[in-house]
């Protein structure tokens, strides 16, 4: 039932783009992505809802593929402050009852 | 406008002792939920409310986790007895009313909860 997240981790230079991918095995109603740094609250990012989209803004955007049930976070041109944990929270049922997947560590270096 | 607040931020406390966890949403959210991480592992969700009612507890671990939303405002979640494995990060996120699912839930900065 969690959703898998992959890579696990993940080292950057400044300037280079990432993509971490989010897989359910279950229908989905919403994906909800969210960052993390060390001790501080998770920060909003994005939500994707069924009906394949894709949204953006800045140099970070997101994809749902809801035939696959997959999400697909993309962060351009990384900047150090991308650094964290970034984690995708899927809903199977409009309640906003989170199920988040185990986590990427993303790290970016000058 | 105020964020998700959580109280306390930190606490350290002896197995078999109670502790209280104290969470206020964001004025006017109907939605409260409670999430925690255990050190290394994914946020896993506990419960919601909407309003003062409990909508969904399918995630509280056993008995000894009890929330409450008196009044449809703060809520609180008392561990009693407190048990080793129970350490971790309580997060509070709270998210204004209908259509749940496609709402922004805002997190508060989490209560840090060590046994020993």
């Known amino acids: 039932q969690q959703p898998v997240q992959s890579p696990q981790a993940v080292i950057l230079r400044e300037g280079e783009d990432a993509v971490i991918n989010c897989s359910s095995s279950k229908a989905l109603y919403s994906v909800h992505w969210y960052r993390q740094k060390h001790g501080e609250a998770p920060v909003f990012l994005m939500i994707l809802l069924k009906g394949g989209e894709q949204k953006g803004h800045d140099k970070i955007s997101a994809s749902f593929n809801e035939k696959k049930q997959q999400s697909s976070l993309y962060l351009t041109a990384s900047q150090l402050s991308y650094s964290g944990t970034y984690f995708c929270g899927t809903d199977t049922s409009n309640t906003g009852k989170l199920i988040f997947g185990q986590g990427t560590t993303l790290q970016v270096k000058p | 406008e105020a964020g998700v607040t959580q109280f306390p931020s930190h606490s350290v406390i002896e197995k078999g002792q109670t502790v209280t966890l104290r969470c206020d949403p964001i004025s006017g959210h109907d939605n409260l939920y409670w999430y925690r991480r255990v050190m290394g592992k994914e946020i896993k969700f506990l419960l919601h409310?909407?309003?003062?009612?409990?909508?969904?507890e399918s995630g509280m671990p056993n008995n000894r986790f009890l929330a409450e939303r008196t009044g449809g405002t703060y809520s609180t979640l008392k561990v009693q007895p407190a048990e080793l494995e129970d350490s971790g990060v309580y997060f509070c996120?709270?998210?204004?009313?209908?259509?749940?699912?496609?709402?922004?839930?805002?997190f508060g900065p989490g209560t840090r909860l060590t046994v020993t």
């Open positions: 409310f909407v309003k003062e009612s409990k909508q969904d």
């Open positions: 996120a709270s998210s204004l009313r209908r259509l749940a699912g496609a709402e922004e839930q805002y």
